[in-house]
């Protein structure tokens, strides 16, 4: 694939997300912002949140998109990071160069070199492990928990929904939930809870060992849709067993 168009410089689409976290996070200062392009597999774009600085990466098929589109997907990103809604107008201008024809057959065209998509264990095929823990890091422990390795199962469990390992500082997630039928918000409350089992580690008392300690459950609590999560658990598990042995 030949490039004939210039690119907007780097510099500048660093400014449109410094100007959307400006614009959609009035109450924060804006974070430093490290743009960059990235050789994904088709249209993958992504932000995250590491040691409070914001890594946003670019799939390489885009080097050549317009300024506007940029502007357009740095808000899209940012208000997803932020958990805010994502303006129409964005919607509307990045959507409509991405399904322009040239970028509809680019991205077949990218898949079919590349063969096989490939799958790093943090990243499924709806989720990425790695992404959700970096934004709960920067939600709810300052960004200041450090990483451990971060992997779905192999096979789907479904009892055990995900663990954490602290010998070998893992957090393993059952790859029942690397599913559409999961929302992200389940997802994201399962890492939390494991990551809560880092932030407060195994109490040892009287010969016995304490995990979910009162202080470990009021945490647990600060996740903003705690009950619903807890209730999605509840009636969803025993669904996606049966939908997995049908298939
Ligand atoms: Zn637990």
Aim: charged share 30%; hydrophobic share 35%.
């Amino acid at each position: 694939m030949t490039n004939t168009l210039a690119e907007v410089p780097l510099e500048q689409i660093t400014r449109f997300y410094e100007q959307a976290f400006r614009d959609l996070n009035r109450e924060s200062p804006v974070p430093a912002v490290d743009v960059s392009y990235y050789p994904y597999v088709g249209l993958n774009q992504t932000i995250r949140v590491r040691d409070g600085k914001v890594f946003v990466r670019i799939a390489d098929m885009c080097r050549d998109m317009p300024a506007e589109p940029h502007r357009a997907l740095a808000y899209i990103l940012v208000a997803k990071l932020l958990r805010r809604r994502v303006r129409a107008e964005a919607n509307r201008i990045y959507d409509e160069y991405i399904s322009s024809e040239e970028m509809r057959d680019r991205s077949s065209d990218r898949k079919r070199s590349h063969g096989r998509k490939i799958v790093t264990t943090s990243k499924g095929e709806v989720y990425d492990l790695d992404e959700i823990f970096d934004n709960m890091n920067f939600w709810f422990f300052g960004g200041k928990l450090a990483k451990p390795v971060l992997t779905w199962s192999v096979k789907k469990t479904y009892r055990i929904l995900a663990h954490h390992d602290a010998t070998h500082d893992t957090i393993v997630v059952s790859k029942s939930l690397d599913s559409r039928s999961v929302p992200r918000f389940i997802v994201e409350y399962i890492v939390y809870h494991e990551m809560l089992h880092i932030h407060h580690p195994t109490v040892h008392h009287k010969g016995r060992r304490y995990n979910h300690t009162p202080v470990f459950r009021r945490d647990e609590k600060k996740f903003p849709r705690y009950q619903e999560a807890e209730d999605w658990i509840e009636r969803s598990v025993r669904k996606l067993k049966r939908n997995a042995k049908r298939k």
